[in-house]
């Protein structure tokens, strides 16, 4: 395998880069600097807020690009470079499914802020770990915001208990299942693989000279935009059979022990 040829790193965050207590190791950070001396571009892609993701990687955020909301919003150095946002009509429509299942929180989430409702404390508390900013809303239906993508949360199983209740919007919008229990909804092109399609192009990157890590579903089309694309140990079977490589689990630093492997083959 040549790595020696790649250009760019484009990582998701949790479940791959981040630990399961949600950290980034001392160790990547050590290993980016290493990249950076080599001219090799480094992507963050996630589902999370901007902001939560600049608040884990602060120290190298004016060197990165960030991929955010599943890939409806992206920024470089504080600028913006892709944002597709959700109509108010469209969002009115996802809603109306919404406010119809039980046992869920429903997230809209924004360039700079997420909004909830207030009926849920405890939720809001969790919630910080993802979206450091967020609004409490009377009404979702009456937020202004332009709304990138909306999240929401099952706490025993997105796929077997909000999937099939939601599965219909995929005529329309673009419904991924996120993590165990998080489902995204969007516009079609609000997706990871879309927006590094999107960087590859600007920064006239090829799919060759890409590598790409991730866990969940929400990782695929990226995955496919990269010939070193990496499933984690601890991936969903849909991203193992996908991807062209695999590493150790998140815990066990699969994605530093590959760009170990990369910075080798660039020293060469």
Known sequence: ??????????????????????????????????????????????????RSIIDKLSPIKDDILVIAENGGYVMHQEKELLSTPLSKEKRLQILQTLNRIPNINIVLCGK??????????????????????????????????????????????????????????????????????????????????YALQKMQERFGISPEETMVFGDYNNDLEMLSRAK?????????QNVLNIANFKTTSNDDFGVERVLESLVQHKQV
Do not use: C
């Not at 090799?40 to 892609?45: K, P, S």
């Not at 997420?114 to 609004?135: C, G, H, M, R, V």
């Open 1 to 50: 395998m040549n790595l020696s040829q790649v250009k760019m790193v484009v990582t998701d965050m949790d479940g791959t880069l981040l630990n399961s207590n949600h950290e980034v190791s001392s160790r990547f950070f050590a290993l980016f600097a290493e990249l950076k001396k080599h001219n090799i571009l480094f992507a963050a892609a996630s589902g999370r807020q901007y």
């Open 228 to 236: 070193y694309s990496y499933a984690m140990a601890n991936a969903h």
């Open 112 to 193: 700079n802020h997420a909004y909830i409702t207030n009926n849920d404390p405890e939720f809001a508390t969790f919630l910080k770990q993802f979206y450091s900013e967020y609004i409490f809303a009377n009404s979702l239906e009456d937020v202004e915001a332009a709304i990138l993508k909306i999240a929401v949360y099952h706490a025993e199983s997105s796929e077997h208990y909000t999937y099939p209740q939601v599965k219909h919007l995929e005529d329309t919008f673009k419904v991924k299942i996120s993590g165990p229990n998080w489902i995204d909804i969007s516009t079609t092109n609000a997706n990871k693989g």
